[in-house]
């Protein structure tokens, strides 16, 4: 064979085995709306994560589908491009974002078209915190790494945030809850096309976070949502607390058009005049509805639809629909960490202009912060109450007894009584098992790190905390390697998440990485719960002399 044509087949070869080199770096997948190309991540025990992001799951919500429910995707001809993440949805100041970001991600360690079989495993979908306005499920946030180790699908997903996901007049013109809407929507993806990715579509565990977790008890109670998951895991957010849906959300409807130099004494001239304005001219507005400080930290939230015809996602208050029993009765996991949001103490008590409104405006403050009613007898009544609870007669200053008031009080104020709340109601009503947990371990790194140590020590397990053990969250935490303290604990958190979505039960058989120790459901006559810490412990009775006062200060009584 002459050089040339010998350097021919070589070169032939060689570019041969770099395509067939990249087919096996990006896998595709063969779903009912067409071909997927994902790519291949690597988790931290250096497994393959058969990687597919941002694949769309609802047409673009522009145009004249801003502010309207969701609309199934299309099929499409051609190969779709999974292999990188895609953007944010607009919220403010963030220069990645764009209107048309409702996709999701699936991560899976095995495929069936490679396997050759239908791998049916049980699959975890997982919607992001942050208030309604803020975060993503982009693997940058919510990275696989550790939990795609275990057989089981992981899906995470972007909603719709702020005004352009949550948005309602009360009106036809804009019912309400579309960012709910957008999550069920997810829910009916997985349903119809998981297993081309080896999920089962009837082992469906619904997860979340803050204002996941929030989302995650909703779809318990929407009608929407009914039969689309079959356990649940419920972190650091509830529904089911203090909030007694004080601020009408048509007034906040009203405060988006104000900011935006919008008419605002109709529903019909809101709308129309906020179709005008950019996305992220809207997300940028965030700023604009707070009170006092950054509070209220909940702005935008779900709403009980009036019946114009539509499909609603809300057709009765939480709280009532609980202590009727009108829910999907599955296996739940709800906890919150240590701190939660405590560490606002370290922060206020330097603040004099803090000190003072607390000490002085507290019956206009507290309402503000933890979104009960105000301006009426009953919320002064409520306002004088927790003051005296938490602080006492004395002054409200700076000195170690203030801060712990404020620690405590905003610890069981933003999350800690709502969720505590829903694991009594849930756990009295539901047919299924619930499961209760306090994340109390302390590692390195936190969301929250005490002022004057240049990012070395910690408050403790603060709101968000526990999830860099579940997930690797590169744009706040480092990642978790072998040698580092941390990795039992990432061990631990991810062993008892996974069993749970696999089994319904966190400790379903003795396990030495736990120690043996099995975790009981939550009950009235048993309240136990697993402390989550350097090692797992099983108490009961979590802060009951605490959540009892907002239990009197918020009766279930106010709920028919």
Known sequence: MSTTKYLILFAFVVLLNVWHSKCED?????????????SILKSRLGNDIYSFRSIRYTKPPVGELRFQPPVPVEKWNNIYDATQPGPVCPQANNTNSSEDCLMLNVYVNKLPVKEKTNLNRPVMVFFHPGGFYGFTGASYSFGPDYLADEDIVLVTANYRLGSLGFLSTGTKEAPGNNGFKDQVMVLKWV??????FGGNPNMVTLSGHSAGSWSTILHMISPMSKGLFHRAIAMSSSPLGAALRSRDQYNIAQKQAQLLNCPDDSPVNIINCLKTKSAQEI???????????GDPILIWRDVIEPDFGQERFLTEHPVTAVLHGRFTNVPIMLGLTEIEFGFVSHIAIRNQMYVDMMNNEYERILPIVFNYERGTERSRRISAALRQFYFGDG???NSTSTREGIDYLYRDGITGFAINRAVKLISEKNSANTYYHLVTYRGRYSYFYLPDTNRTQTAGASHHDELMYLFYMS??????????PEWNMVDRMVKMWTDFVKTGNPTPGSSQLLNNVHWPPYSKNSPKY???GDKLVVKENLYEDRYQEWEKLFPLSDYS
């Open 475 to 484: 744009t706040f935490f480092p990642y978790i390697n072998r040698d580092d």
């Open 395 to 397: 002054p409200i200053e």
């Open 283 to 293: 997300a940028d507005t965030r700023s604009g509805f707070a009170e006092v400080g």
């Open 26 to 38: 990006q896998p595709v997948v063969d779903t009912d709306l067409g071909k997927i190309r994902g």
């Open 191 to 196: 349903r119809d096309h998981i297993r081309a």
């Open 530 to 532: 697993m402390d989550i």
